[in-house]
């Protein structure tokens, strides 16, 4: 069974659409994360949730929302896409509280048209 | 806010040769995490190796080994032997050992580890 999964793995959508990517883990982990992966490779932390309460929401604009139905999912809704917005989205969990291992999801390239 | 520097946008080594990975960071914090991802072609993020700012004791994993020099804020990777599944992307990266766990982690720009036949 795969950690931390996402879907889709690819996403080609025009501008302006409203997409979402679904990610899931089974490890039991606390902390839900989504980081984002631009064109030159540089990963950047957008949002974290502890036990479903929103904790980091870096700089990143609104038309990102994500969604923590329970410990085990967290979503992000992306509205009226952007050229600008065309990255890979990683999802990843950690244990909590002075848990340090991280795991990633596999990542959803998301390209905008 | 914590920065983490590579400075080696690119690296190159001949297979079975030994090949270091620079790695600097800045922080007001004394207990935080430090990491190597590696990112291969197929984009995954897989963990290297990691090391606890409170250890002295170097981290060690087979062929991957750390030189965490705390004082400088250094936080090196040594690949020995290398091979050709070696080759991807290689992160450094920064957490903070602080509240609640729920920091993110802080990376670097990335070195791009070529592996030469």
């Known amino acids: 069974d795969t950690a931390v999964s996402q879907t889709p793995k690819y996403l080609v959508t025009q501008m302006g659409n409203d997409k979402s990517i679904k990610c899931e883990q089974n490890l039991g982990h606390d902390t839900m994360y989504w980081y984002k992966q631009d064109s030159k490779k540089f990963l950047k932390i957008m949002f974290s949730?502890?036990?479903?309460?929103?904790?980091i929401n870096e700089t990143v604009p609104n038309r990102f929302s994500p969604k923590s139905p329970d410990k085990a999912h967290l979503n992000l809704h992306i509205n009226s896409l952007e050229l600008g917005d065309s990255a890979v989205y990683f999802c990843?969990?950690?244990?909590?509280?002075?848990?340090?291992?991280?795991?990633f999801g596999s990542g959803t390239r998301l390209t905008v048209v | 806010a914590q920065t983490v520097t590579q400075s080696q946008p690119e690296m190159s080594v001949q297979e079975a040769e030994t090949v270091t990975l620079s790695c600097t960071y800045d922080?007001?914090?004394?207990?935080?995490?430090l990491f190597w991802y590696k990112q291969p072609p197929s984009r995954q993020m897989i963990l290297v190796i990691r090391?606890?700012?409170?250890?002295?004791q170097n981290a060690t994993e087979n062929r991957f080994s750390v030189n965490f020099q705390k004082a400088a804020k250094s936080f090196s990777l040594k690949i020995s032997d290398s091979q050709l599944g070696d080759a991807a992307m290689y992160f450094c990266?920064?957490?903070?050992?602080?509240?609640?766990?729920?920091?993110?982690?802080?990376f670097g720009k990335g070195t791009h580890l070529i592996i030469q036949p």
């Open positions: 922080t007001s914090e004394s207990d935080y995490y």
């Open positions: 949730y502890n036990n479903k309460e929103l904790i």
């Open positions: 090391q606890e700012a409170y250890k002295q």
């Open positions: 990266a920064y957490r903070s050992a602080g509240w609640g766990g729920a920091d993110g982690l802080t």
């Open positions: 990843a969990s950690s244990p909590g509280p002075r848990g340090y291992g991280y795991t």
